[in-house]
């Protein structure tokens, strides 16, 4: 979608779907949806599909957030330290004044995630830092500050603004059902397509986005260009910051409950999503479709473990194995395109 | 002496600046707390200390001279360290040796070392054969790792060895920790393998110039095979101390290694993109860190704070290495985050002397 290299004389319809990569995944996807299914008759009902997109939501926005910063060639592993923070610091400021008010949880919440992104960005920029390394350390910094700062303390339930106890039931529609309760499908999942919308566009159709995509191919290039590169960048890293915001706020709506040392730490399940989605860590390659089917494959793998038998401490390790059996096969085809090509290149 | 000092530090001004830095942390630790930081017994806890992220920080360091990086140290070092602490329990369960016995920690040590050679040759392997850039290899080599450890262990520590093996972590030779003894002796090695053998050139040159040392005829894969089992095994080497100095094994434990040790390796010169780094710098950047952490105990400050401490003076370090760097006249290229590739167009290359940079993009 983002980077299909279709410039030469098209092939068919049917070439071009089956020489992607989503194709395979969707196909990965199909038929392991198919095995939990086998195993468990509950895994396909309206009912489960839409208590994942809800739980699920606050993931798969970060997760695209990681695919910008992927395709620019970065890696950042502060976005959950940013969430974090905007997320504990728009429930203690909403507590303090007294008033419960989504709008203004989500503009402080985007706030600070923004500014802590753009942080980011600047020191990448301004001093063309290596990515990892240095979000490494604004993790630890952003998320040392907000300890230190704002405390350590959880916010229970019974103490949160009433705003996001009401964000948490709301519902977009709900279907109703002859045993139980209606079925209600959240208002997280009009957003986090909202957000995956705006991302497709920004990326397909802005400078801005075509500008990214260079910076990822190669960035000494995209510089002599003309690009911006400085600017780009900043607001690579904001955007995740900003979406990063919006994570905290339906995250605290999900779990009804704030706790800032959660989260952190856990970064890699959201990259090894968007990896297994096609993306690639050297940048300049991944579409908005794969991360799509990356988190969705992502997700059912994680919840069906247990469906499949499994205690909850093989997800670990299975999350590992994902991410090493996806990047090598990956990795392996480049690998061999570029030795037939005679392309010298050490990933 | 003094002249050869001179030569050592004009050659080299990192080391400089990290040897100002450290002389200068030392005396303010020394006036603030004389009673405190300058006695045998804080020397002797620091030496212990230093001996388990010292020899991780070895590890980050190896692989950042090829350009790569390890960020699976910390789950190898918990993985290998649960394995032997199981085995250890399992043999003296069985009672083919008495619990005291040296056979009991040797079987220990060599299931440690063993482990994390593997793990460490496992991720050599999905970088230079397979392909999988390193910093996904390791994140994903670093969740298996944990994964099998929490597996193995469903979550719980793993407490209580024999006295034998708790003398690797806390016993001393004359006044010198045992921990710390192992690390001198490790870093010892680790310098003359960078410094003098075949196997520390090929290191330098992969990172300096993947391609030109492809082009050399240099075996590339062989060489970054070892490199990460080589950065593996000294995460085992470490995951001994740490399991004898804390009496227990579990996974999850020294987590903040992982970040303590890039920082180690950029504050003591250490170039991330590869290619550059003294071991000098890095045993100077360990001890700086030390002082540092002794101040911050010795101050109480709490473990969030610290961390910030730690984290700025991470992006403080690099901050300034590109400041100098830029006034001694060299642009740096790309990302950072790994060396400029090469590639087929000449992309990268450096540009032909007297081109000028385009204008302020417009």
């Known amino acids: 979608m983002v980077s299909s290299a279709a410039t030469r004389a098209r092939p068919s319809l049917v070439r071009r ?74 429930v203690k400021l909403l507590l303090a004044l007294g008033i419960s008010n989504l709008a203004m949880a989500f503009l402080v919440s985007c706030g600070i995630g923004l500014a802590l992104g753009a942080v980011n960005g600047l020191l990448i920029s301004a001093f063309r830092l290596p990515t990892l390394i240095t979000t490494l350390g604004t993790q630890t910094v952003f ?47 009009p957003i986090t397509v909202a957000v995956y919308l705006l991302t ?20 000494e290039s995209a510089r002599r260009m003309g690009f911006n590169v400085p600017l780009i960048q900043i607001s690579i890293y904001s955007y995740v910051g900003l979406l990063a915001g919006v994570m905290g706020v339906i995250n605290v709506a999900l779990i009804r409950y704030v706790t800032p040392t959660t989260l952190v730490g856990s970064e890699l399940d959201v990259i090894a999503a968007v990896v297994l989605g096609g993306a690639r860590i050297t940048g300049g390659r991944g579409t908005i479709l794969g991360t799509v089917l990356g988190v969705a494959i992502f997700e059912v793998l994680q919840t069906s473990l247990v469906l499949l038998g499994l205690s909850s401490f093989w997800q670990r390790a299975f999350v590992g194995l994902i991410i090493i059996v996806g990047m090598s096969i990956t990795a392996y085809q480049t690998k061999v395109r570029n030795a037939r090509n005679l392309v010298f290149r050490l990933e | 002496m003094l002249r050869t000092l001179r030569a050592v530090l004009a050659r080299n001004p990192n080391n400089a600046i990290l040897l100002a830095f450290l002389v200068a942390t030392f005396l303010v630790l020394s006036f603030l707390m004389p009673g405190k930081f300058l006695s045998l017994r804080n020397f002797q806890s620091m030496g212990s200390q230093i001996s388990e992220f010292g020899l991780l920080s070895l590890a980050m360091m190896l692989t950042m001279l090829t350009g790569g990086i390890d960020l699976s140290i910390v789950a190898i070092a918990n993985l290998s360290g649960i394995l032997a602490a199981l085995c250890m329990k399992r043999l003296i369960a069985s009672g083919v040796w008495p619990a005291e016995s040296l056979l009991v920690v040797a079987v220990a040590v060599a299931v440690a070392l063993g482990v994390s050679l593997l793990c460490g040759w496992v991720n050599g392997l999905l970088i230079a054969r397979v392909g999988v850039s390193p910093i996904i290899a390791t994140l ?49 090695i680790f310098a003359l393998a960078i410094n003098k053998t075949r196997f520390g050139q090929t290191v330098r040159m992969i990172g300096a110039n993947p391609i030109a040392a492809r082009f050399s005829g240099l075996n590339i894969p062989r060489t970054l095979t070892r490199v990460y089992a080589f950065s593996g095994l000294l995460a085992g080497i470490s995951s001994v101390i740490m399991m004898s100095r804390s009496n227990s094994a579990k996974s999850g434990y020294g987590s903040s290694y992982v970040l303590l040790s890039i920082l180690i390796a950029v504050l003591g010169g250490v170039n991330p993109a590869g290619g550059f780094g003294t071991t000098t710098g890095l045993v100077m950047g360990i001890f700086v860190l030390q002082f540092l952490s002794s101040g911050f105990n010795i101050m109480a400050f709490s473990p ?59």
């Open chain 1, 143 to 189: 998320h040392g500050l907000l300890l230190t700062v704002l405390g350590s303390r959880a916010i229970n339930s019974s103490d949160l603004p009433h705003c996001f106890l009401s964000f948490s039931t709301a519902n977009v529609f709900t279907v109703a059902r002859p045993d139980g309760p209606p079925l209600g499908l959240s208002v997280f999942v």
């Open chain 1, 17 to 90: 779907v089956v020489r992607r990569n989503e194709f395979y995944l969707f196909l990965f996807f199909v038929a392991f949806c198919a095995l939990v299914q086998g195993v468990s008759s509950t895994f396909l009902s309206l009912e489960n599909l839409f208590d994942v997109t809800r739980t699920s939501a606050g993931f798969a926005i970060l997760a695209v957030g990681v695919l910008v910063v992927l395709l620019s060639g970065g890696i950042d592993v502060s976005f959950f330290a940013i969430a974090i923070s905007a997320q504990y610091g728009a």
């Open chain 2, 140 to 188: 994903g080599g670093a969740a298996l790792y944990e994964g099998i450890g929490i597996i193995v262990t469903s979550s719980r520590g793993i407490v209580g060895f024999p006295d034998r093996f708790a003398f690797l972590g806390n016993g001393f030779l004359s006044i010198f920790p045992m921990p710390f003894a192992i690390f001198a002796v490790a870093t010892a």
């Open chain 2, 304 to 362: 969030f704070t610290q961390n910030v401490i730690r984290g700025t003076l991470l992006l403080a370090v690099m901050i300034v290495g590109y400041l100098l760097e830029r006034r001694a006249g060299r642009v740096r290229r790309g990302h950072g985050r790994a060396p400029a590739r090469v590639n087929e167009a000449g992309e990268g290359a450096p540009p032909p002397a007297g081109a000028t940079p385009p204008a302020a993009a417009s």
């Open chain 1, 200 to 219: 497709w566009l920004l990326i397909r159709f802005t400078k801005l986005g075509r500008g990214t995509l260079a910076i990822g191919g190669n960035i």
